[in-house]
C-alpha cells in the first residue's frame, strides 16, 4: 500500500541505518519484517519468518510454541529489533533477555514525523509499529 510504502522509505529505513550506524562487522540482526531494515544496516540477518534466511525455519520446526527463544538463546543475535519490548514478554524469558541486552533505541511511529502534512491521512491508514533496537550486551 502507498502506506507502507511511505512507512518503508522512511521509519524503516531510519531503523536499518541506525543500525547500520552502531553495529560492527560482523554483527547479527533479528527481526521481522525483513526488507528495508536489513538492507540498510547491511548486517547478516535472520529473518523471523524465514523467507530471506533459513535460520529461524530449523528452530520453528524443532519447538513451534518456543522457537523465537530458542533461536535468540542459541544464535545470539548481536541486534534484535522487536515490535514490543522486553519487559512485555513473559517471565523466565524476559529476565533473560534483559540480562543479556540493552535496548538501543526505540522508533516510535508518529505519521507526522515520517511523511508531509498533505500525505497524513494516507500516511496514518494500516498497521504502523514502534521499533525497539536491542543490542547485545558485552
Do not use: C
Not at 552502531?22 to 524465514?50: C, K, N, Y
Amino acid at each position: 500500500s502507498l502506506s507502507h510504502g511511505l512507512t518503508g522509505n522512511s521509519y524503516m529505513t531510519a531503523v536499518g541505518k541506525y543500525i547500520g550506524a552502531v553495529s560492527d562487522p560482523g554483527d547479527t540482526l533479528l527481526l521481522e519484517p525483513a526488507g528495508f531494515i536489513p538492507f540498510h544496516s547491511q548486517l547478516r540477518t535472520i529473518d523471523e519468518i524465514g523467507l530471506a534466511s533459513p535460520v529461524a525455519l530449523r528452530y520453528v520446526t524443532a519447538n513451534p510454541a518456543g522457537w523465537w527463544f530458542d533461536l535468540v538463546h542459541s544464535e545470539t543475535p548481536n541486534f534484535i529489533v522487536s515490535a514490543r519490548p522486553f519487559e512485555d514478554f513473559e517471565a523466565g524469558h524476559r529476565e533473560w533477555l534483559l540480562n543479556h541486552y540493552s535496548l538501543g533505541r526505540h522508533f516510535r511511529y508518529v505519521a507526522s514525523d515520517w511523511a508531509p502534512d498533505w500525505f497524513l491521512p494516507i500516511a496514518s491508514l494500516g498497521t504502523n509499529y514502534d521499533y525497539y533496537v536491542y543490542r547485545r550486551s558485552p
